[in-house]
């Protein structure tokens, strides 16, 4: 799988990746790079550790994709922005709490995408290894802990 991106150069003027970049109506090349998403999964596949690789950003979020192992994430959330979660390998459980403390489990399967809203704690649960692309805001507005955020 390739990545392939769009931006909007010049204003409203969208162009397509190319091997020679973006040019925008001015002719000045604008900073545009390809990712082999299927080339990060590959070398993902031989780790049995918890591993990371930036895929830039995107506006205010850092992109990536993450290979997550058998377990539980820490419990996270993200206070200035929603958290975009793509499965390309595998599945994986996220529990969402609501700030009366209930919570909801999701099952997310490969090519699922789903979608985390700002400011609720979430957490993964992987029963086999799993990549994720995401799109996370930016890292001052996130908290993590091991414990359960309400001491449940």
């Known amino acids: 799988m390739h990545v392939h991106i769009e931006a909007h150069v010049a204003g409203s003027f969208k162009r397509r990746c190319r091997a020679s970049g973006y040019r925008s109506v001015e002719g000045e090349k ?32 850092s992109l990536g994709i993450g290979r997550y192992v058998v377990g539980k994430s820490p419990w996270e959330r993200h206070n200035n922005g929603d958290e975009l979660l793509i499965v390309t390998d595998g599945h994986v459980s996220i529990e969402v709490l609501e700030g009366d403390g209930s919570s909801n489990q999701f099952m997310i399967d490969e090519g699922s995408l789903f ?38």
């Open 30 to 61: 604008a900073a545009v790079r390809t990712y082999d998403v299927k080339a990060i999964r590959t070398r993902f596949d031989g780790l049995s550790t918890r591993a990371n690789e930036s895929l830039g950003s995107f506006n205010k979020s």
């Open 115 to 152: 979608v985390v809203p700002q400011g609720r704690w979430h957490q993964l649960t992987a029963t086999a290894n799993v990549n994720i692309m995401y799109a996370s805001p930016s890292e001052d507005g996130v908290e993590r802990t091991r414990e359960h955020p309400f001491g449940n």
